[in-house]
Structures are given as C-alpha cells and as structure tokens.
C-alpha cells in the first residue's frame, strides 16, 4: 500500500437493514451515523474510542466517531461507507492501519483503527491523550 489516500466510491450496496433511515448527512448525522455503524459492524469485536465517546457522554452531538477494531480497518472502512453512505474512504496511516470513512457532504467522518498493542488496554495506554484513554463497545455498553 502506498502512502497516497486511495478514495473509494462505496455508497448505498449494502443490504438495506444496514443503512441509516434517510440520509445519514442530514440534521440527526450524528445519531443516525453512530446507529448505522452499529448495524453494518455488528458481529466485530470494536469500540468507539476517544473523544466521540466523550462528547457522547456529555449529551454533545458529534460528527466525527473514532473506531477501533480487532481486526481489519480496511474492510470495517468498505462496510461502513457502504452502510452510512453516501460516503468516501480512504487509508490515513499504513502505519496505524488507519482509515477514514467521511460522508461525501462532509457532515459526519468515522476513522478507523487497528487495535494497538494485545488489548484494548494497551491500545488505550499508547493514545496521546487521557480524554482518548476512554473506550465503550461499539455495539452500546
């Protein structure tokens, strides 16, 4: 994989169960995002990480969810922009193993990582700062 973003024009294939109801760029993105993410990698071992958890927590609407999956990001990436499209994605980090999905309006992005270290507590423990020390099961917790 080369260092250069490869954008991808995943949208709308995914089975219908999957998607958001209506356009996940519209007013409820966030809400409608979230729960979109929540169907399409239900079944994978994931967590929503950070300050999207934060800002979740306080009751703040939130656009830009950070993801972190044991397993492949590439793949959570493809499914995600299937299910909460329209959206693009492309890699961010070969590094990392990072991805980021991102709704062709711009409303709402999710990145999505590899799990660092052998848990989820060393991947917690490598985050740069306390408020994204913090983890909740995608799936709800």
Known sequence: MSDAPRADASQGDAPQADAPQGDASQADAPQAVLQAARAALAGRTAWLVGGALRDRLLGRPTA?????????????????????????????????????????????????????????????????????????????G
């Not at 990582?113 to 060393?122: F, P, Q």
């Open 64 to 140: 830009d969810l950070d993801v972190v999956i044991d397993g492949d990001p590439a793949d959570a990436a493809r499914v995600l922009a299937r299910a909460c499209g329209p959206a693009a994605r492309f890699a961010l980090s070969e590094e990392f193993g990072a991805w980021r999905v991102v709704a062709r309006d711009g409303s709402w992005q999710i990145d999505v990582e590899r799990l660092r270290g052998e848990s989820l507590g060393d991947d917690l423990a490598l985050r740069d700062f306390t408020v994204n020390a913090i983890a909740e099961p995608l799936r709800g």
